[in-house]
T-cell receptor
Framework: GDSVTQMEGPVTLSEEAFLTINCTYT??????LFWYVQYPGEGLQLLLK?????DKGSNKGFEATYRKETTSFHLEKGSVQVSDSAVYFC???????????FGAGTTVTVRA | GAGVSQSPRYKVAKRGQDVALRCDPI?????LFWYQQALGQGPEFLTY????????KSGLPSDRFFAERPEGSVSTLKIQRTQQEDSAVYLC????????????FGQGTRLTVV
């Protein structure tokens, strides 16, 4: 079935560092791709999404581009803050489906 | 409230006990989902409702798991005769309509079976 594989963590960075979290997917057709974030003590929140090839999702300084040729949706942020410390999940919804399939999550800790 | 609300936030159950977990979706949201998140893992799909109809229960791990949404709003996930492997965070999500790609999640119920 359709699935995502994301970079294992944990990832520890200093403030203002560049963050990349790799995500690749296996799917037939054209799935919709998502990044969700879970801040400490809070529920999952949609961070950004892309629904077709070459789309770029962006929010809160984070970006990810839907790359059909490499089946990837890597998350990037140019300058992280302590408040970006969270667990990040890559996910997809297969074509003509409604169920989210999540990766295992990547824990990111940003130190001041 | 403005978001998806789940209760209780935490539940400790003795092995063999029945539990009921509640989800209040965002008002007007047609689609409702339940996911199970084991420690250190991503959420996994359990079941899906469109209004009061349970259209997909393919992710329910056993017949001890049962979900309902009788009036098309509040949903309850019931687990009978709980076992230790049922320990997880149970997440509820709702979306405006089927095919709408933004699902809003509640904070989850952390179930610990002892």
């Amino acid at each position: 079935g359709d699935s995502v594989t994301q970079m294992e963590g944990p990832v520890t960075l200093s403030e203002e560092a560049f963050l990349t979290i790799n995500c690749t997917y296996t799917a037939t057709g054209y799935p919709s791709l998502f990044w969700y974030v879970q801040y400490p003590g809070e529920g999952l929140q949609l961070l950004l999404k892309a629904t077709k090839a070459d789309d770029k999702g962006s929010n809160k300084g984070f970006e990810a581009t839907y790359r059909k040729e490499t089946t990837s949706f890597h998350l990037e942020k140019g300058s992280v803050q302590v408040s970006d410390s969270a667990v990040y999940f890559c996910a997809l919804i297969p074509t003509n489906d409604y169920k989210l399939s999540f990766g295992a999550g990547t824990t990111v800790t940003v130190r001041a | 409230g403005a978001g998806v609300s789940q209760s209780p936030r935490y539940k400790v159950a003795k092995r063999g006990q029945d539990v009921a977990l509640r989800c209040d979706p965002i008002s007007g949201h047609v689609s409702l989902f339940w996911y199970q998140q084991a420690l250190g893992q991503g959420p996994e799909f359990l079941t899906y409702f469109q209004n009061e109809a349970q259209l997909d229960k393919s992710g329910l791990p056993s017949d001890r798991f049962f979900a309902e949404r009788p009036e098309g709003s509040v949903s309850t996930l019931k687990i009978q005769r709980t076992q230790q492997e049922d320990s997880a965070v149970y997440l509820c999500a709702s979306s405006l309509r089927q095919g709408h790609t933004e699902a809003f999640f509640g904070q989850g119920t952390r179930l610990t079976v002892v």
